[in-house]
């Protein structure tokens, strides 16, 4: 019953540094999310693939990229991390396509350190 | 003006007490509707699904009013593990790709006590 899973669940960075946050899920959803989510603040979406193949950006997507590897796979890059990056991480999918008014279902999440 | 607002609490209930809350969205666009629930440092989970004839779900029940733009939630006879923060969030159909978008109120925290 994996469902969503993210990794690393923890991460330590220096600013600077680089690094791929991995995100599968093992429901065969056509689309999958990145969020992160701040102290005090709602979840807020950085980049979304409505299918396989395509990537578009949401509400703050500066300073980071995304792949969709495949229809299991879902990642997010950080090129140069930044202080301001610092926060936690939530991978989510869903059936999307016709069915588009069905709910996301949430990684546990990664929480990302940056110094 | 936020598109998605609840009111943040804490709302502090005693055990076996009702709680409930709003939410208030702003675009008339808005397709569906869930409540889902955040533990501390944890994922969210969807709680429920909210339809336009409202619905219940055991202790919780869900009402949409589309005419004010605004979804509750009741929770009756609540327990010590009903603590939580609850998300409002509103799904919109993206028309240009073939996905959809959430966006999630900052959250309603709720905390019981005996």
């Known amino acids: 019953n994996a469902g969503v899973t993210q990794t690393p669940k923890f991460q330590v960075l220096k600013t600077g540094q680089s690094m791929t946050l991995q995100c599968a899920q093992d429901m065969n959803h056509n689309s999958m999310y990145w969020y992160r989510q701040d102290p005090g603040m709602g979840l807020r979406l950085i980049y979304y693939?409505?299918?396989?193949?395509?990537?578009d950006k949401g509400e703050v997507p500066n300073g980071y990229n995304v792949s969709r590897l495949n229809k299991r796979e879902f990642s997010l890059r950080l090129e140069s991390a930044a202080p301001s990056q610092t926060s936690v991480y939530f991978c989510?999918?869903?059936?999307?396509?016709?069915?588009?008014?069905?709910?996301?279902?949430f990684g546990d999440g990664t929480r990302l350190s940056i110094l | 003006r936020k598109e998605v607002e609840q009111d943040p609490g804490p709302f502090n209930v005693p055990e076996g007490a009702t709680v409930a809350f709003n939410c208030t969205y702003s675009?008339?666009?808005?397709?569906?509707f869930f409540w889902y629930r955040q533990d501390c440092r944890k994922e969210p989970k969807l709680l429920m699904s909210?339809?336009?004839s409202g619905n219940e779900d055991g202790r919780f029940t869900a009402q949409l009013n589309r005419a004010s733009q605004y979804i509750s939630l009741l929770i009756r006879d609540s327990k010590l593990s009903d603590s939580a923060t609850y998300l409002c969030?509103?799904?919109?159909?993206?028309?240009?790709?073939?996905?959809?978008?959430?966006?999630f109120g900052g959250g309603t925290r709720v905390l019981v006590k005996p």
């Open positions: 675009n008339s666009a808005s397709q569906s």
């Open positions: 969030v509103v799904n919109y159909i993206l028309i240009k790709a073939a996905g959809n978008k959430l966006t």
């Open positions: 989510a999918s869903s059936s999307g396509g016709a069915r588009r008014n069905q709910p996301q279902h």
């Open positions: 693939s409505a299918s396989e193949g395509t990537t």
């Open positions: 909210v339809y336009s």
